[in-house]
């Protein structure tokens, strides 16, 4: 089985200090939260950025200076902005972060319920708008998809050629409004997919460490973080994101699954081949 490529998901949109002291708002703070989490075995940093109030924000400029924070102490971990930023941000606010120089980002695949009354706005449109933008600036995108319906919906995408190879997936299970994360949810995505795609798994809120572990066991990768997930056990907050990917490599060693380097998860995703070249 190829090495497992951890993503720590450190901040996200939505979470805030008040649900886990830990969650990083300042650029020094993502930074540390960073480190934190590439020390301990993530090799990919899902990046959203925060005012220094917690504000979501897909500010260019706040983008540029979390990026740089972390590279000046991370050189070589992947670095992969969101354009989902939060909802109810218009499609070119969400794009900022494109416009810098990077390697990957992700490229939200359909619309989702995300609790009350938000809805995570994700049109056919706006998806051939993103993935346009996306591989015009060279970027790898990754396949946000929170459900089966958004992995078929790729599918279509990729048989018009607007999706391209190579196609690495993150299945987002366990949105208040979205697909659920039990096992048989996890088995029926995996399945859908083409044999030679890439896939990860972010499981939300309880689903986080089962779907880590089937996903470990089933040759998928996996995401962790803040964002997705605030407990290290039933009732007992994570000090920080480094809590939660130090278990997913506990998981892994249990399951005799090797923990990729930055450099060595760029090769599983073929990160950085021309797209000309599939
Ligand atoms: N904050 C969510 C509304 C992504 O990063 O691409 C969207 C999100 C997805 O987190
Ligand atoms: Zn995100």
Redesign the pocket.
């Known amino acids: 089985m190829e090495k497992l490529i951890i993503t720590a998901?450190i901040c996200?949109?939505?979470v805030l200090k008040e649900h886990n002291e830990y969650v990083p708002y300042t650029i020094k703070e993502i930074q540390q939260e960073a480190l934190k989490a590439y020390k301990e075995g993530a090799s990919i940093i899902?990046l959203?950025v925060r005012e220094d109030d917690g504000t979501?924000t897909q500010d260019k400029n706040r983008f540029h200076e979390a990026i740089m924070a972390i590279k000046e102490v991370a050189p070589d971990v992947i670095i992969q902005p969101?354009?989902?930023?939060?909802?109810g941000m218009s499609n070119d606010e969400r794009l900022q972060p494109t416009l810098l120089d990077i390697e990957m980002?992700?490229?939200?695949c359909g619309s989702v319920n995300?609790g009350g009354d938000?809805v995570?706005i994700n049109t056919e449109n706006d998806i051939l708008y993103f993935a346009e933008k996306i591989y015009e600036r060279g970027i790898y995108p990754e396949l946000?998809c929170f459900g089966k319906m958004h992995v078929d919906h790729v599918l279509r995408l990729h048989k018009k050629g607007i999706i391209k190879k190579p196609m690495h997936f993150s299945f987002?299970l366990g949105v208040n409004g979205g697909q659920t994360g039990e096992e048989r949810d996890f088995l029926f995505l995996k399945d859908t997919l083409p044999t030679d795609a890439t896939f990860s798994v972010a499981g939300i809120g309880r689903f986080e460490f089962p779907l880590a572990e089937l996903s470990i066991i089933h040759g998928g990768h996996v995401r962790v973080g803040l964002?997705d997930n605030i407990y290290i056990d039933k009732g007992v907050k994570a000090k920080g994101n480094s809590d939660l990917v130090r278990k997913v490599v506990e998981l892994a060693k249990k399951h005799n699954r090797e923990i990729a380097s930055p450099s060595e998860a760029r090769k599983i995703l073929k990160l950085g081949v021309t797209n000309e070249n599939m």
């Open positions: 998901a996200g949109a939505e899902h959203h979501p969101s354009t989902g930023g939060a909802v980002c992700t490229l939200d995300f938000e995570f946000e987002v964002e």
